[in-house]
């Protein structure tokens, strides 16, 4: 489900996604990707390209089937998992890229705005949490993510309307920092993004992105729980699974 190469001569590694048909995030692939990521930091990677193997997706987001029906201690693992590999994507000690070469709705954008750079293939391809518009809730620390990258007023708009960019639209307001028409392009230009931090001490780039970002994660650290405790009784309330089950009916029209 995940492919990682390295470049020995400049330690850029390039993770690719890719788990058929949408590369939805499941309990399995959390558990891989998360596993993929703390293995490059004790490899002491200069860098890490994240994209997808997949034609026209990047990361369509969290498996829905994750949450219709769920078992208790699945979900629980499963929310932990998301936790922990956000936390380890977002704080990782070495620079990152998203070559954004696909649709990146909800979780796939949370994915994308992890990253320090973000780099996306247009014109036709979107981003954007549209977690409303399944009749769930973008939780805390998905929401903070996006204040982070575009500000608080227009990801308040973003958030309540569901509303999905298209690529001129991410870069007009900043949620992705470059366009390029193709993938072989992006992915240079990702490449040159990460060859910056050549001359630059892992040090400190390290703590200055702990210090920039450590207000965004603080609130998970110190409440993972009462997050946790929330998604499992929210997520099996009635009404979030009558709209569960009626987005994955329309998923087989």
């Known amino acids: 489900m995940l492919q990682s190469t390295v470049d020995e001569k400049s330690g850029i590694a390039t993770v690719t996604m890719n788990k058929p048909p949408v590369n939805s995030l499941n309990l399995e692939f959390l558990d891989e990707i998360n596993t993929q990521l703390n293995k490059l930091q004790k490899d002491k990677v200069r860098g890490m390209i994240l994209t997808s193997g997949l034609q026209k997706v990047f990361c369509a987001g969290l498996d829905i089937t994750e949450f219709y029906n769920p078992n208790s201690d699945r979900l629980a693992k499963f929310w932990t998992a998301l936790q922990d590999t956000w936390l380890s994507l977002y704080m990782a000690s070495f620079p990152t ?26 014109p036709n391809y979107t981003i954007g949490l549209n977690e409303t518009k399944l009749g769930i809730v973008a939780p805390k620390w998905f929401q903070d993510t996006m204040v982070a990258v575009i500000g608080q007023r227009k990801a308040e708009v973003s958030l309540t309307t569901g509303k999905m960019y298209t690529t001129d639209e991410a870069l007009q307001i900043g949620l992705v920092d470059e366009s390029l028409p193709n993938a072989d392009s992006a992915l240079k230009k990702g490449t040159q993004f990460l060859n910056n931090f050549q001359r ?41 699974q009558k709209n569960l ?5 329309s998923l087989k029209k």
């Open 245 to 249: 089950g009626l987005y994955l009916q």
């Open 97 to 122: 890229v998203a070559v954004i070469n696909g649709h990146s709705p909800a979780g796939g954008c949370l994915f994308a705005m992890s990253c320090d750079y973000r780099v996306m293939v247009g």
């Open 200 to 240: 630059i001490s892992p040090w400190a780039y390290k703590m200055t992105k702990d210090i920039s970002r450590q207000p965004t994660v603080q609130w998970l650290i110190d409440n993972k729980q009462k997050d946790l405790d929330f998604v499992i009784k929210y997520m099996q309330s009635p009404e979030v």
